[in-house]
């Protein structure tokens, strides 16, 4: 058998804990995987697994294994990087994860053009705005506005994420304008189910939190929008998202002097000794069409 695929195939199932969840993160059948993983055990001549349960726990040797096995795999991958750092040639699956407004609203449009010009790339991403652990799911990237939870973890800065409220005109007409973040108490919030506060920078600078108290709950950014647009209320969303619709005015910003703290939109990926040449590739072509669009255009 190829020993560093079993390797890998091991790490993996170590890592997800189960053949179900390897397959998956592999793209295979979890009898697949079973069979890679018994023709390692009987080619090193140990058991790796213990398989009494549905969890598949490693043995005393197989956690010895596993130790050695990453290092070796960490030196492939590294080994790989310098060639192709030497050789220009980029190549290779990247599997990213990235949050969901930007990935449908911002980087669908730049990124036909990115992998046009990096043939070589198999591309497999995953849009999600739930927190993915890129060690265990084997992603290369993640794109998102979160704090990264590991901090083993590093974060590459793309962009200053500005936050607006905005409401159609028919709804303010219909209800006012309202003067600062207290008067929101009196007005439709159309807001997402984890969302029972928004937090201003009043003119001194200091935060004012307000609670919301939401009639209209939605988890998703385009119903949000469209439900605004519809009169129904007043939304939260990125700058980017509302621009469109503000310069058509079916939207108009709301308490504009009351600004909303801005979030960091950042590429976090896992510490290697040396970047792969295609993740490299990746985040430059985050800096040089989101370095500034997102913040200097739309501010």
């Not at 059948?29 to 069979?35: D, M, Y």
């Not at 939207?251 to 490299?280: C, E, F, G, H, N």
Request: aromatic share 6%; net charge negative; with cysteine.
């Amino acid at each position: 058998m190829d020993r560093l695929h079993g390797m890998k195939v091991f790490e993996k199932v170590a890592d997800c804990g189960s053949f179900t969840a390897a397959a998956e993160a592999c793209g295979m059948t979890p009898q697949n995987i079973a069979k890679i993983i018994a023709a390692l055990e009987k080619d090193i001549g140990a058991q790796l697994l213990n398989r009494s349960t549905r969890r598949q726990n490693l043995t005393e040797i197989g956690e010895m294994y596993l130790e050695r096995a990453r290092v070796i795999l960490a030196d492939v991958e590294e080994t790989d990087a310098l060639v192709s750092h030497f050789t220009g040639e980029v190549k290779g699956t990247l599997r990213v994860s990235v949050a969901n407004t930007f990935a449908i609203y911002q980087l669908s449009h730049k990124l036909p053009g990115w992998l046009k010009e990096n043939p070589g790339i198999r591309l497999d991403m995953t849009v999600t705005n739930r927190e993915v652990n890129l060690i265990e799911e084997g992603f290369d990237v993640a794109v998102t506005d979160e704090e990264p939870p590991d901090s083993s973890l590093i974060r590459h800065r793309i962009s200053e994420l500005p936050i607006i409220l905005a409401a159609s005109p028919a709804y303010i007409e219909a209800n006012g304008m309202p003067a600062s973040p207290e008067d929101l108490s009196h007005h439709t919030l159309l807001v997402r189910q984890d969302q029972t506060s928004w937090t201003f920078k009043g003119p001194d600078r200091s935060l004012i939190t307000i609670p919301t108290s939401a009639k209209y709950l939605a988890n998703n950014c385009q119903i949000s929008c469209e439900m605004a647009i519809g009169g129904l209320g007043i939304t939260k969303q990125p700058l980017f998202r509302l621009r469109p619709h503000i310069e058509r005015g079916e939207l108009i910003q709301v308490l504009p002097d009351y600004p909303i703290p801005s979030k960091t939109l950042s590429a976090v990926y896992p510490q290697r000794r040396l970047m792969t040449l295609k993740v490299k590739k990746f985040l430059d072509f985050l800096d040089q069409e989101f370095g500034h669009a997102l913040h200097g255009m739309f501010a």
